[in-house]
Structures are given as structure tokens and as C-alpha cells.
């Protein structure tokens, strides 16, 4: 059997959900944590919930390559930090890292993945 809420994204989502949007699932994050565990020096970017849009984190690599994926809820993208054992910072006190800008630079010919809004890939 299947555990359906593993990561706990629809017990710590909260009453309301964006009209526009869909759900994160557990495959958002599972992504992240692929990609925390693929690279190192990775830290985790707290994005808050928009009119449009879920709230999401952004996983950023040392190197300054991140992904960007729904979380539902900044508990379910801190307690996925606090099992890896990496960092997790509010975007809005903090901003985002200058190598993730430095990184973005130095591949102009990045484009958005159509199924994951957000997410950096390399064409």
C-alpha cells in the first residue's frame, strides 16, 4: 500500500488553495530531494504562496544550478531540510543567492521546462 500524504503536503497546507494553480504532489518533492542529493553544497529557498501560484522552494547548488518545485507549505520544505541535514531560508528576509544569478548568466540558453513551471534546464 501506498502512503498518499508521505511527505505531509496536504496535512500542512492550511485551508485555502490557489485557484490557478495546482497542487504540489510528492513527486515536487521528490525532485528536490533528488537534486539535493546529486549535487553538493545545496540550500533550500522558501518562496511564499502568490495569488497565482503554490508556495515553492528553490534547491540551489553550490555552483549556483537550482530547481524550482511546489511545496505546499514552508513545514513540508523544512522538514525535508531537516532530514538531509541541509539549510532552508525565507527568499523574502534573505533573497536568492548571488551565484544563482551568476549561474543563470552564464547559461543564457536556459529555457523553462513547459512541465515544471520555474525549473532551469539547460537546452
Request: charged share 30%.
Amino acid at each position: 500500500m501506498r502512503f498518499r500524504d508521505r511527505f505531509g503536503l496536504r496535512k500542512n497546507r492550511g485551508a485555502s488553495v490557489t485557484k490557478f494553480d495546482r497542487t504540489a504532489t510528492d513527486d515536487d518533492v521528490k525532485a528536490l530531494i533528488a537534486f539535493a542529493r546529486d549535487r553538493r553544497g545545496v540550500e533550500f529557498f522558501v518562496e511564499p504562496a502568490t495569488f497565482a501560484t503554490d508556495t515553492t522552494a528553490v534547491a540551489v547548488a553550490h555552483d549556483g544550478e537550482w530547481t524550482r518545485r511546489r511545496v505546499g507549505s514552508p513545514r513540508v520544505i523544512g522538514k525535508v531540510a531537516h532530514d538531509l541535514g541541509l539549510p532552508v531560508y525565507d527568499v523574502q528576509i534573505v533573497g536568492y543567492p548571488p551565484r544563482m544569478r551568476a549561474w543563470n548568466a552564464r547559461n543564457p540558453t536556459r529555457r523553462l521546462d513547459p512541465g515544471t513551471p520555474g525549473e532551469a534546464v539547460s537546452s
